[in-house]
């Protein structure tokens, strides 16, 4: 076969373009974006939101704030020990994502209730028990009602009705898994009731595990 000056010129700018793609491609899932509003758009520059200071107690009575997950990448939920719908999944789904990184101390698991004047610490505690869940891995926090909502809403972007209505008094369902890294930055937003979300997350786990 026979190549002139311009075929070959023209070969050498494909193969060029060709690598380029897959390189950008590469480049991609090496990290994961940032999210900074309750709009959940991907920004890729420096964050400007993180995840506020809070103080809330386990299912053992201990305080449980930032510092608990300092340096670890956690996966917060919000839920309520009485909910008969979406928790039972986000429980098993929790409890899944528990099994997984059981081993691993750089991952861990927050979950907040959203009726705190029904799921005091024993309630929690007992809720604890019946599903397995891991003092060592996984929070069950409850505290002040405005706390939690506040942050459930302006900290994890958590409550898709109030980012609509703006409405204090509306009760907070969400199935979100919402993903921290380990500055305290949201890096991921999930549909906890879905299996299919929840081996995303983890996909996503390794990704943020690797970055530099």
Known sequence: MHFNIKNISLLILIVFYSCKEKQTETVSVLKLPYFNSAEFTPEWNTPTHKIPEFSFVNQDGEKVTNKTFENKIYIADFFFTSCPGICPKLTKNMNNLQTTYLNDDDIKLLS??????????????????????NITKWHLVTGNKDDIYEIARNGYFADEDFTKTQDESNFIHTENFILVDKKGFIRGVYNGTLEIDVERLKRHIEILQKEI
Do not use: C, F, G
Request: cysteine-free; proline content about 9%.
């Open 112 to 133: 907040h209730t959203v009726m705190p004047w029904k799921d005091s610490i024993p309630v929690l505690k007992q809720y604890a028990e019946r599903n397995q869940v």
